[in-house]
């Protein structure tokens, strides 16, 4: 039963517009906000021109939304390392002619490295679970010797936005099948066509990476513009933000988007020995002792449970953790701020799960007033668009259709 006012805002569809149509991403990642949503409504809203936070702030679409809209200083905290990367190589400002100074110095040491093959056979293998099974010997082999020398590298920004386009040449040249957010394995039929170039394939992904970069993030990143973004859950600072803009995750990772799995193999890669944990980490990754049973979310929970206990507790785990993280994020928002949440109402056993719903309600339980929440139509964000909700073989729903634009302000 709806008790917060949802309009239906054609606005904010955008149709036919991608995220790439504002700011190109450098790096695929899942589910990602389109920063257009919040470039308008931190405008419709008139939201503060003071400390804009994001508690799950994934590659950093919503620092993008606040540098269009005037904000300079922003705070993000993400627990995959992978995300954490990509947001500080968009949003640090790093002069361009000392990237291009390391970018030839790395061509030139990589390249006569390569002459003398015995130098590879001295690289160190990384510690990369079933290495071999993702990885043709000559992908291994490139892959190892173009980290050896980005390692070299001292300046952790630069660094840092060398490893982006190595992340995304250990994706593109893996046996993975590049259009899964999970990890599956090319058909063996595939694997006998797929032989990369690893070492072209990332200079290749260095221009254009570094093209975006110069294009539209560097002139965007003023000298005054600071974006912090902390690889940790959030940690809350009380009455400390003017704004929250943020898309957290529609459901716990394993049945959901999985964040984790997506980012398994570069985080292994990076060096992170916890990668093929990180979705247990995650909302909803620690199951209750039991099931929710109070507030808008417990009946919905309680339908779902007579069809299958188990999944009741999976969602009773997320909602928990999201009604936690909430307390957290309320606190820590300044008298008179806004929080603006951008969720989806995913689909469990066939009941549609009211995520917008519960938001607004455990704000309003935190000393916020909900003043609105927007449905706009969902046709242009990366995730999942089908999945099967009785595990029969062939039946499968849509997993959402809508999106939910929810705005309250501090009391």
Known sequence: MMKYQVIRNTKYDYAGQSYASLYPNLHKYPATMLPQIGVDILKEVNAAKGKLLDPYCGSGSSFASGLEYGLSEMHGFDINPLAVLISKAKFTKINLSSLKKAHKDFRNNLFEFMKDENNIKKLTHPRITNIEYWFSKDVISALMLIKHFIDKIKDTSIRNFFLVPFSETVRECSYTRNNEFKLFRMKPNDLLNFNPDAVSFYFKKWDDIFSLYSHFYFPKLENNVTVDVYHSSFQPRDNYFDVVLTS???????????????????????????????????????????????????????RIDKADKKRARDVSAFYSDLGNSIVKVANSICKGGKSIYVVGNRTVKNVQLPTDQFIAEKFEENNFKHLITYERALNNKAMPSRNSPTNESGKTANTMLFEYIVICEKM
């Open 248 to 302: 957290p995750p529609y459901g716990d990772s394993r049945t959901t988007v999985a964040y984790g799995q997506f980012s398994t193999l570069s985080n292994e890669w990076l060096g992170i020995d916890y990668a093929r944990k990180i979705d247990g980490m995650l909302m909803g990754g620690t199951k209750p002792a039991r099931n929710i049973t109070t507030g808008i979310i417990s009946d919905y929970i309680s």
